[in-house]
């Protein structure tokens, strides 16, 4: 298994589908956390957002023969995810999200820590108050560190619109931010 940790994702892909289809676990193993954090970060229930992923495992083996291995994988699957988030969206639209405390490792001071705790539970509410469209993008681009490009093949945008609503997105976040305190 150790080898094919080297390959790329779409190198693996290849081989997946015409030798062993059992490696995808290591597909698995590659983006499990990543694409949690991004359902969770979309849907804000870390149940929802762990079926979301399982789903999209499932969908994406199931469809892997039609993968194009010319394009970027992490974009195939993190659409997935959007779109399984998505319906999850319209399927329990009228439910309110609880959001869980944030926990920080603590090896320095406990000042800085709880400064820290404190920054990013009020970045979080003011992202929750942002539009989707806008909220979508922004955490793509810094909580999963996905290029513009990579953002428009998975949201199906153009790259200047993702340059747009990443640009808006933070001036509603500052306008958000500013009126909380």
Not at 26 to 41: C, G, Q, S, T, W
Not at 112 to 137: R, T
Not at 160 to 180: D, E, F, H
Request: hydrophobic share 40%; proline share 3%; charged share 35%.
């Amino acid at each position: 298994m150790i080898e094919y940790e080297e390959k790329t994702d779409e190198e693996l892909v290849e081989i997946i589908r015409s030798v062993d289809r059992e490696l995808f676990s290591v597909i698995i193993d590659r983006y499990e956390k990543k694409l949690f954090r991004y359902a969770f970060n979309l849907i804000k229930n870390e149940l929802k957002a762990s079926d979301i992923v399982q789903e999209a495992f499932i969908k994406s083996f199931i469809n892997l023969k039609g993968f194009d291995t010319k394009k970027k994988f992490s974009s195939w699957i993190y659409r997935i995810v959007h779109n399984e988030a998505m319906n999850s969206v319209k399927k329990y639209r009228k439910e309110v999200p609880i959001l869980d405390d944030m926990d920080f490792q603590s090896n320095e001071n406990i000042e800085k820590d709880f400064e820290k705790k404190e920054i990013s539970e009020e970045v979080v509410q003011c992202m929750d108050q942002l539009p989707l469209m806008y909220a979508e993008p922004l955490a793509l681009y810094y909580f999963e560190d996905k290029t513009y490009d990579e953002i428009s093949d998975i949201l199906h945008i153009p790259p200047g619109t993702v340059a747009i609503r990443i640009k808006r997105s933070k001036i509603i976040m500052k306008k958000i931010c500013q009126t909380k305190r």
